[in-house]
């Protein structure tokens, strides 16, 4: 066989070898540093959802990962997880006390929400990092977080940083792009969180409503949390009231 030849025919043999690689979770979350400014696909999470628990020990690599958009990609991923993703809550916590990048903060108080138990001492190192926070989208998603964990009454600080988020500006957004963009992604993020939160609709749904007609709103604000979270909070007003109207009272 002339030498050529042979290296192409090992090529071949290698590359058949390569692509006959099994999946593992560790090399899906390897990948995700090609991303670029996309998130993991809906079929990378099923990957990892249906190897766990074994899958979770590649995940908490991956929140510690030096690349940062693994690092984000793996909060994402645990947030998708909910209440599966529980053993990650102390890796979560102790990254987000010590993450340097402001939107990776955002996507790990996102993810431990997500997953919905955190002990006293993980909400105090919650209520630490809300404290602290100098980023606003990072401080209003900890903010989220807290309230969700516990209850506005609980936590009515991080309460009114959220409710504040909602209201009627002034001021009104800065003209600097990179200070407005921080400007909406807080509302943005309060109005993700606060649609979670049930037995605030009288409140949450004026603000709700101003925000929507408000012309200064974005429509990508608008569109893709404030439309929905009208619809959401006067659908449950609407049965509350239907309730209550069809609701049998005693006959004396």
Not at 46 to 72: C, K, T, V, W, Y
Not at 202 to 217: E, H, S
């Amino acid at each position: 066989m002339r030498p050529l030849c042979a290296i192409v025919l090992l090529g071949v043999i290698v590359g058949c070898y390569e692509g006959a690689k099994p999946r593992t979770a560790s090399s899906v979350i390897s990948a995700w540093a090609n991303l670029g400014m996309y998130l993991p696909p809906e079929e990378d999470v099923a990957f990892i959802r249906n190897r766990l628990p074994e899958s979770l020990a590649a995940l908490q690599a991956g929140l510690a990962h030096d690349n940062e958009h693994i690092r984000m990609s793996s909060a994402y991923v645990a947030e998708k997880l909910g209440l599966q993703a529980s053993p990650l809550v102390p890796t979560m916590i102790e990254r987000l006390q010590s993450e340097p990048t402001a939107i990776i903060r955002v996507y790990i108080a996102c993810a431990l929400a997500g997953v919905g138990q955190v002990d006293s001492d993980g909400i105090r190192r919650l209520q630490d990092s809300f404290r602290s926070e100098e980023n606003e989208e990072a401080k209003t998603d900890i903010a989220g977080a807290l309230v969700r964990l516990r209850s506005p009454q609980e936590e009515s600080t991080a309460w009114q940083w959220l409710v504040q988020s909602l209201e009627v500006f002034p001021p009104d957004p800065p003209s600097e792009l990179d200070a407005q963009q921080i400007f909406w992604e807080r509302r943005w993020g309060a109005v993700r969180h606060l649609r979670a939160i049930r037995g605030y609709d009288d409140v949450l749904l004026p603000l709700l409503r101003a925000m929507k007609v408000n012309p200064q709103t974005p429509r990508w604000v608008i569109d893709q949390q404030v439309a929905e979270a009208v619809t959401e909070m006067e659908s449950r007003t609407a049965s509350r009231r239907i309730r209550t109207r069809t609701r049998v009272r005693p006959t004396c």
